[in-house]
């Protein structure tokens, strides 16, 4: 049987801890970055003095998902360094922020690319200061998955990020409560996850991502199954 593979776009949204970047301080744009990526794992592969992965650079304004892709397509054109980036949004208690997370970026490249994107027609939030705060982020992106066994899919680019299938719509105050129950009634509970939904075939795929280096398909077996549980009793 062919391994059946999903390529297509989507949302995650996960919960983290949000900041004024501590890269650059003296930047005359307002740069949030995530006070540490996987809150839920705490294994291998985690460095000991954190270095962003990612980058939220907040714009005045909401402006579509067309209109960002295509500017850092042409932003690409222009400066001579390479980087990922996505339209996504970051919600805490007090405030809503339209971002676009930026990735795979070296910290000196960050002015340079904000200069080119506000040159093309999106502009940027003044630099103010944010201090550590709870935050739920929701990033726009495209996938690129293969099935590892039923409901269990794999990432084609970055392995350590595993997606469940589920069959139903979670609110994030379900899931969350299904995940703290799940960590305290399993022995491996060091893994990361978020919640998300994928575009496929004329129809939205729920699932849930899972961050975990040192993952195994029973392990992974076993987290579906639970969820499956929880989500039977709602």
């Not at 500017?71 to 676009?100: E, H």
């Not at 093309?120 to 998955?145: C, D, Q, T, V």
């Amino acid at each position: 049987m062919d391994t059946k593979i999903i390529k297509s776009t989507g949302l995650i949204s996960k919960e983290e801890s949000v900041a004024s970047t501590g890269v650059l301080t003296d930047s005359k744009y307002l740069i949030l970055e995530t006070a540490q990526p996987f809150p839920g794992y705490h294994g291998e592969n985690l460095p000991e003095v954190y270095d962003p992965e990612s980058f939220f650079i907040v714009t005045k304004e909401s402006n579509s998902d067309e209109k960002i892709v295509r500017t850092l397509m042409d932003a690409k054109q222009v400066v001579r360094f390479s980087f990922d980036g996505a339209p996504g949004t970051i919600i805490t208690q007090q405030d809503y922020y339209n971002v676009i997370r930026i990735r795979h970026i070296k910290a000196p490249n960050i002015p340079t690319l904000l200069d080119t994107i506000q040159e093309h027609g999106i502009e940027i939030m003044k630099n103010k200061k944010i201090n550590r705060i709870s935050a739920i982020l929701k990033i726009r992106k495209f996938f690129s998955i293969q099935e590892l066994d039923e409901g269990i899919y794999e990432d084609m680019d970055q392995k350590f990020f595993t997606y469940l299938t589920i069959p139903r719509f979670l609110s994030w105050e379900d899931f969350k409560s299904m995940t703290l129950n799940l960590k305290y009634n399993i022995e491996d509970n060091n893994f990361d996850a978020a919640l998300g939904f994928i575009y496929y075939e004329g129809a939205v795929i729920d699932v849930i991502r899972i961050y975990d280096f040192r993952s195994s398909l029973k392990k992974l077996t076993f987290i579906r199954n639970k969820y499956l549980e929880y989500i039977s009793k709602l």
